[in-house]
């Protein structure tokens, strides 16, 4: 038994002993305060923030129509004779499209001139009697309104004839035609498509959150895949009165100008509107901000060090963003180097300033 305890107490000094040889002779010692602050300033590049006017713009899309279109039909019962023109072509306002058979309809036309000769030598003869009270005011007035019936005459069947060559209403381009030559056509008729492309109507859609920013006459950016580096000026021409159900969006048609006809109706436009403009507006190199799962931030310079700070972003304008809250116009914010900084850390900018 005394055996026993000598042995502990000889393995508990040595253990005590162990302990203190690790302690003060292998043991890394524990920084200092001093050796903290000592630390070597990071090295980085910093840019200043400065203000700018900005414009907040919406991106959204849309299709395109023409302005002006319709479908041409036949006026009146007839066989066609004639089709004045090929698909695609571009016509102007008058141009003859299609000539229907109108032997009947010049045959009416004469018949009714003829009358009216008749009726106009009748009707000068009894007046001239009149004069000389030789036939009653009765006799004058019912020569009178056969005259005038012969010329209503005469003018209707005129109208009708031209309705057997059937012109384009406006200026232009055809699609192709419905109908071929020989065939019999009655009234109501579907003839050709015709469309005016020099302007062009977009409809296109926005939040409703952003009604406020809206303007009849406003104008918007369209660009076209089908027509790429070149970007067109379009108009705010209605704003429809009740937004879309089920959406809360705001409907709106445009309109822009397609003189050079390079567009053509169903494309896909992308449009971009401007819904806001920031006088003052604080700008930082777009390289200074750093997106994280934690949120969005910059790394301010304060008397040397780092400061880590949250920030909320707006227009982009370049290489330049806008920094709607975190920043003032005054503050230096690092550019690179950031990924080496914490919060707190000795900075020195790369230019030695």
């Not at 089709?83 to 058979?101: H, N, Q």
């Not at 009149?130 to 004058?140: F, S």
């Not at 949120?295 to 709607?324: N, P």
């Amino acid at each position: 038994m005394i055996r026993w305890l000598i042995a502990v107490v000889v393995l508990a000094a040595g253990a005590a002993g162990a302990w203190y040889v690790y302690e003060s002779q292998l043991a890394p010692a524990a920084p200092t305060a001093a050796g903290a602050e000592q630390m070597p300033p990071v090295i980085v590049e910093t840019a200043a923030a400065s203000t700018a006017t900005v414009t907040e713009t919406l991106t959204t899309f849309g299709t395109i129509e023409a302005a002006r279109k319709l479908t041409v039909v036949a006026q009146n019962n007839g066989v066609v004779t004639e089709i004045g023109f090929a698909a695609g072509d571009t016509v102007v306002k008058g141009d003859v499209l299609f000539e229907l058979d109108d032997t009947v309809a010049r045959a009416q036309l004469r018949t009714s001139e003829q009358k009216l000769a008749l009726e106009k030598a009748n009707y000068d003869a009894i007046a001239a009697l009149a004069d000389e009270r030789l036939v009653t005011a009765d006799q004058l007035d019912q020569a009178e309104e056969s005259y005038l019936a012969a010329q209503v005459a005469v003018v209707t069947n005129r109208s009708t004839l031209d309705q057997f060559k059937i012109v384009a209403p406006f200026d232009g381009s055809l699609g192709i035609p419905k109908v071929a030559v020989g065939t019999f056509i009655s009234t109501g008729t579907e003839m050709v498509d015709l469309e005016n492309r020099s302007e062009l109507l977009i409809d296109f859609a926005i939040s409703e959150r952003l009604l406020s920013s809206l303007a009849q006459g406003q104008t918007f950016d369209a660009t076209f895949e089908a027509v790429p580096r070149k970007t067109y000026t379009g108009t705010v021409l209605a704003i429809l009165p009740s937004a879309a159900s089920g959406n809360a969006s705001i409907q709106l048609r445009g309109s822009i100008d397609n003189t050079d006809l390079l567009l053509l109706p169903g494309l896909f436009v992308r449009i971009e509107l401007a819904v806001a403009t920031r006088e003052n507006a604080v700008m930082i190199p777009s390289a200074a901000v750093v997106k994280s799962l934690g949120g969005t931030y910059v790394f301010t310079v304060v008397d040397g060090k780092a400061k880590r700070v949250v920030v909320e972003t707006g227009v982009i304008q370049g290489d330049l963003i806008e920094i709607t809250k975190g920043v003032a116009a005054t503050d230096t914010v690092v550019t690179m180097g950031m990924d080496k900084l914490a919060d707190g850390s000795p900075v020195k900018d790369s230019s030695g300033s």
